[in-house]
């Protein structure tokens, strides 16, 4: 028996037993997230996370989570919540820091700090239908990262590399993914 | 002076006046939002949203609003918030959702109800860096609507494409965007 040993509050000994167990049965691997949207008036609607599955079963362990989302008075909305776009910069947001810290802990760097801004830049003239030349999602998003611990800045630079290179969020959006929307009868 | 016109709770006279300004001057288009994040502890971060760009201005109506992220136990987290791949999701339902109403608004079709499910497969293999042929974001996504409004079926067909066109995040998602980050000294 080995004592857990855990760097940044993150269980390395975890980390290491679930690589090594994923590599000898990559089924383990396979996750599905899910959520279910209710619209509920205008630009207000309500997303709501609750039961996902992987590492072959599923967990049904959490209570459903709400968000809502709406849209500001400009884009006719109520600021009933926060809006979608603003939604997917949390996401991002949560995804690299996340990242960043699993990969600094297994490499036993000690973070002191990890703080990061997100700007993403939207034309509506897409979401309107006035332009079919604009795109209608981000044309660009700029993040950046402040990083505080005791290590050369080469290794900083190198933290944040490995949170793009293994970051799903941020992957899905470079990278892409493919959605297929049905219409239920 | 012409009466405020509203379907679905969506202001039709705001929605075609804010049509009609950008047509005349496409600078108004243009939108820039932000998201902050901060690293608490393991896997739990908070997203923090507050003020936006757009209409030519900075909007600074709004108080800051946070989002707990975390991992299950199973990724080595606490459930101290939902994670980041399901906040996209999120992202993706409240967007289709907006966009889908805000279309149907504009053709006059009633709506009764909107329900949508999203359904995200990730093999996260990408994400621990295991092997480099398994994508670190999600491999695909599935989506189903059920649409309740006395049209007839190829119209609320007609309404899902549309989403799929005009939808921010959907198309940040399908046609990606680019994501420059750095590292502040």
Redesign the interface.
């Known amino acids: 028996m080995t004592e857990e040993h855990f760097l940044?509050?993150?269980?390395v000994t975890?980390?290491l037993n679930?690589?090594d167990r994923?590599?000898n049965s990559?089924e383990i691997?396979?996750?599905?997230?899910?959520?279910?949207?209710?619209?509920l008036?205008?630009?207000?609607?309500q997303?709501t996370?609750q039961h996902?599955y992987?590492?072959l079963e599923e967990?049904t362990?959490?209570a459903p989570?709400t968000?809502d989302?709406d849209?500001?008075p400009?884009?006719?909305g109520k600021?009933q919540?926060?809006?979608?776009?603003?939604?997917?910069?949390?996401?991002?947001?949560?995804?690299?820091?996340?990242?960043l810290?699993?990969y600094a802990s297994a490499k036993g760097i000690h973070?002191k700090?990890?703080?990061?801004?997100?700007?993403?830049?939207?034309?509506?003239?897409?979401?309107?239908?006035?332009?079919h030349e604009?795109?209608?999602?981000?044309?660009?998003?700029?993040?950046?990262?402040?990083?505080d611990a005791d290590i050369p800045?080469a290794e900083?630079?190198e933290l944040?590399r490995?949170?793009?290179?293994?970051?799903?969020?941020?992957?899905?959006?470079?990278?892409?993914?493919?959605?297929?929307?049905?219409?239920?009868?």
């Open positions: 940044n509050g993150v269980s975890q980390l679930t690589i994923i590599r990559p691997a396979k996750f599905k997230f899910r959520v279910t949207n209710r619209w008036d205008g630009t207000h609607c997303g996370v996902f992987g590492a967990d362990q959490r989570k968000y989302m849209e500001p400009v884009l006719m600021n919540g926060q809006n979608p776009v603003e939604f997917l910069l949390v996401a991002l947001s949560g995804c690299l820091t996340t990242t810290v699993a973070l700090d990890v703080q990061s801004w997100y700007e993403g830049e939207v034309d509506i003239r897409g979401f309107l239908g006035i332009s604009v795109k209608a999602g981000y044309q660009k998003i700029r993040v950046g990262f402040r990083i800045e900083k630079e944040v490995l949170a793009q290179r293994h970051s799903p969020v941020f992957n899905t959006i470079v990278q892409s993914a493919p959605i297929t929307v049905h219409l239920e009868k």
